[in-house]
């Protein structure tokens, strides 16, 4: 499978700051690519310099076997970008302004057709300023789309939206990627970087600190499970080192009275965990598991959970 898109040595700094330092990155041709990071992170900065945005201080980028300076009117026609952030003009209607994205490119789908890939019918003669969050994210998305994009950028595509249209959003990613098309998306909610994507980057301080599938990722930490619980109160706070010594535990964080246990084997940490409690003397107050997922991934290696960023 071809590279769409390959980054190398790539840098970009500011007065104070190295937002993106030696970046290596190469997103395969029809796939979803996930890019996550905390706030600073530099994901940001890298995927605007992908877009031809701003310039890179130094590095290479190349997009369907084009680059910026060479290639741009080219570029420009067989990509489809969704910033986190879309301004549009509020005066004009959802058709007016989906017909205005059109215009640009030679080819695509028409406006009507594009509004009905987001479910926005109802709302095409409604003004840009009148709709809610989610629906102005839905015509963002619709205007990305119009010119029939080879490669799409989607920055927190879902966010704003309820739980219906986030699904409705998912299956509409997910029709364009079987039709050979490939995506890089950003996102702050793990669940939808385990379903959307066939790989996922980890990006920290300007560089990449994890690759691979969201299935490689989680089996990377060595963790099967997380326990979460709490337990006593504040007459008799609960020792916690103790808790490091229960077989198959591989990490230990405790944080505004709640407890997380990384664990391998769920059904010998449990019993254990609650033979340890009664020991101490402190009831259960709480407690839940899951498997292990992305978000544990991301706490491991920076040491945030993401959507806190």
């Known amino acids: 499978m071809g590279a769409a898109l390959e980054v190398h040595n790539l840098r970009k700094a500011y007065k104070d700051v190295v937002a993106v330092d030696g970046l290596e990155l190469q997103v395969r ?3 979803c690519f996930g890019l996550l990071g905390p706030n600073g992170a530099g994901k940001t900065t890298t995927i605007e310099i ?7 201080d130094s590095g290479e980028v190349e997009m369907l076997g084009m680059r910026w300076d060479s290639d741009a009117s080219q570029l420009r026609q067989r990509l489809g970008i969704q910033l986190q952030d879309t301004q549009l003009a509020e005066k ?10 059109r215009s640009f490119y030679h080819a695509g789908p ?6 009905g890939l987001v479910q926005l019918e109802e709302k095409q003669k409604s003004r840009v300023g009148t709709l809610s969050g989610g629906q102005k994210q839905r015509l963002a998305m619709a205007c990305a789309l119009v010119g029939d994009p080879d490669f799409l950028f989607l920055d927190e595509p879902t966010t704003g939206l309820d739980p219906q249209a986030r699904r409705q959003l998912w299956e509409l990613i997910e029709e ?11 996102t702050h909610y793990m669940d939808e970087a385990e379903r959307l994507c066939d790989r996922v980057a980890i990006m920290d301080h300007g560089k990449i600190i994890a690759l691979g599938t969201p299935r490689e990722l989680i089996a990377s ?8 619980f709490s337990a006593g109160g504040a007459s008799k706070p609960l020792v916690v080192s103790a808790l490091r010594e229960i077989e198959g ?3 230990v964080k405790s944080e505004n009275g709640s407890v997380q246990l990384q664990v391998t084997e769920l059904h010998r940490a449990v019993p254990a965990l609650l033979a340890e409690l009664d020991r101490q003397g402190l009831p259960l107050t709480e407690l839940r598991t ?14 945030r959970r993401l959507r806190d960023e």
Request: charged share 20%; proline share 2%.
């Open 176 to 186: 364009f990627k079987l039709a050979g098309r490939t995506i890089l998306l950003t």
């Open 110 to 115: 028409s406006p009507m057709e594009a509004i």
């Open 50 to 56: 992908c877009e031809g945005l701003i310039a890179a």
């Open 92 to 101: 004009l209607t959802v058709f007016e302004t989906v017909r205005l994205f």
């Open 221 to 228: 930490i060595g963790v099967e499970h997380v326990v979460e």
């Open 29 to 31: 041709l029809g796939e």
């Open 290 to 303: 899951h498997s292990a997922s992305l978000e544990d991934v991301f706490v491991t290696l920076t040491g």
């Open 249 to 251: 535990v591989r990490e």
